[in-house]
């Protein structure tokens, strides 16, 4: 898909950080935009900032954990834009825990966030991009889909699984003219480890303490920018390349990971975050 414009790109977690930075970027190759969260204050101000930039654009509050929520994304997109050429499924959390320390209802919002959510706009979208005969679709995982991180059990699993059905779907929809991306950024300036202010009420006590704080730190220090990200993604889409590093720094981690495995060798003993 080489131009973007007129096209319309419906992005989930869209209210900040990465997903607020590819709506932008969409935005500025003019493309018209679906803004999809779960936040609906910072989702309106997103909306309204690009709406004031010239952007044609549609907010809508969407929670990624239920099915039907992304059937009416899909249908209200239709309804508005009359089609969906590009679906970015991007909304996750990132609790921080020692394994043992993690509750079973941490596990389980995690995977209907992180997992279920890319999964439910795949059901929702997918066919409709492959009877169209055009589209493309941008599952965000992570760094913690190919590399493992103490501290990030729940995560990690979810975004090797992101990776893992991305590239599935990659295979399945080569020659319908639907393209397929997965994103693995590292360390990234967003709110990914403030996700406990989205966190379901009934999960009980949370507290992420030095680690959590230490996760935050590392970001200040190290982060890239929202906005790098975003270019990688519109430029991915541009040439069809299924996987998107945008942290270089991450690849000779990645390349260590499966030197290992192949090697027959055990894995890396990485430090946890420290405050």
Not at 27 to 50: C, N, Q, S, Y
Not at 208 to 221: L, N, T
Request: one cysteine or more.
């Amino acid at each position: 898909m080489q131009d973007l414009k007129g096209k319309v790109a419906v992005v989930t977690g869209a209210a900040s950080g990465i997903g607020r930075a590819m709506a932008e970027a969409f935005a500025a190759e003019g493309a018209r935009v679906v803004l999809a969260d779960i936040e609906e204050t910072p989702l309106a101000a997103a909306g309204k900032e690009l709406e004031a930039a010239g952007a044609e654009i549609l907010t809508l509050a969407t929670d990624v954990t239920q099915a039907e929520a992304l059937v009416t994304l899909a249908d209200a997109t239709e309804s508005h834009f009359g089609a969906t050429h590009i679906l970015c499924n991007n909304a996750g959390v990132a609790p921080i825990a020692p394994m043992l320390q993690t509750t079973l209802e941490d596990w389980r919002w995690v995977f209907e966030v992180n997992l279920f959510g890319v999964v439910h706009g795949i059901h929702a979208f997918a066919q409709r991009l492959v009877d169209q005969g055009e589209g493309h679709i941008v599952n965000t995982a992570s760094s913690g889909g190919l590399i493992t991180v103490p501290g990030f059990g729940a995560y990690c699993a979810t975004k090797h699984a992101v990776v893992g059905l991305s590239e599935i779907l990659y295979q399945e929809l080569s020659g319908t003219g639907v393209g397929v991306s997965v994103l693995c950024p590292g360390l990234i300036e967003t709110k990914i480890f403030e996700s406990e202010r989205n966190r379901p009420t009934d999960g009980g006590p949370t507290d992420y303490g030095e680690m959590g704080a230490g996760a935050r730190k590392s970001i200040d220090e190290m982060g890239h920018s929202p906005k790098d990200v975003a270019l990688k993604v519109v430029e991915a889409i541009r040439e069809e390349r299924m996987h998107i590093l945008p942290n270089e720094d991450v690849v000779p981690v990645v390349e260590e990971r499966f030197r290992r495995i192949l090697a027959g060798e055990n894995p890396l003993v990485i430090p946890n975050f420290e405050a």
